[in-house]
């Protein structure tokens, strides 16, 4: 991600770190093409975060489909696209509704059918009032470095739709646990999003696979388990 946007820093010195952490495969790949770092130095170790207390709830097929999009940088985001794909997925689905939680570009609040908007909410915010209420995430991103509001969502038992790239194939299982995209493709995007809302059986079962690969995954003991043994076997090479 560091090399997608130009943000290299490299005073810490990493070639003489007994370990250097990474966040997904990708990330790793890309440090070992760029050279600063040796193959047995560095290890990938996913984010872990807390299980959600409230998760996403079955729902009567009566019921609105809630997708959501969450992201501060509404372009890098493709928040354009998102609103594009949903607004193609409510003409077949009526009951479907967007809750957008981003900053358009011009500053302005969009008011439109189907689409609920907060330019802005804290995580907090997040957590208690829209992860519970939201059904799928959508992510549809022009780049990415990890993508970790997509394992957020699923620790609240949310399908996530993203793009087949960068490392969201690390997170998203296509068809377990949520859908991969081509990056940039509109039809793609408005086919998942038609299916789920359309199928309440499916989208549950989606749900269920977003909650069990979080759990697998990205939980907090999982983690934190990685990270100490990986301390354990730094600590034994070096001789401490």
């Known amino acids: 991600y560091l090399r997608l946007i130009g943000a290299h820093d490299w005073s810490l010195h990493p070639e003489k770190a007994c370990r250097v952490h990474v966040w997904s495969q990708f990330s790793r790949q890309m440090h070992l093409e760029e050279g ?9 170790l996913y984010p872990g975060l807390p299980l959600a207390g409230r998760v996403r709830k079955e729902k009567d097929p009566s019921e609105k489909v809630s997708f959501l999009f969450v992201g501060r940088d509404f372009v890098r985001k493709n928040g ?28 302005r609040r969009l008011a439109e059918e189907g689409v609920v908007h907060y330019p802005f909410l804290t995580r907090q915010e ?15 991103s022009k780049s990415e470095g990890f993508g970790l509001v997509l394992v957020e969502a699923m620790s609240f038992g949310l399908p996530v739709i993203a793009v087949d790239a960068w490392a969201m194939p690390e997170i998203v299982q296509d068809g377990v646990n949520g859908y991969l995209i081509p990056p940039g493709s509109l039809e793609e995007l408005v086919t998942c999003m038609t299916r789920v809302a359309r199928d309440r059986e499916h989208l549950d ?35 401490r």
Request: glycine share 4%; net charge positive.
């Open 36 to 44: 600063y770092v040796r193959p047995e130095q560095i290890e990938v």
């Open 80 to 107: 354009a696209l998102m609103l594009q794909a949903f607004r193609q997925a409510r003409e077949r689905c009526p009951q479907a509704e967007l809750i957008l939680v981003s900053q358009l570009p011009d500053g």
């Open 205 to 239: 079962a989606l749900a269920r696979g977003a909650r069990r690969v979080f759990q697998e995954r990205f939980a907090l003991p999982i983690h934190n388990r990685r990270l100490r043994q990986i301390y354990e076997e730094s600590l034994s090479s070096s001789g």
């Open 126 to 140: 997040l957590y208690e009032r829209i992860y519970p209420r939201a059904d799928v995430l959508v992510l549809p």
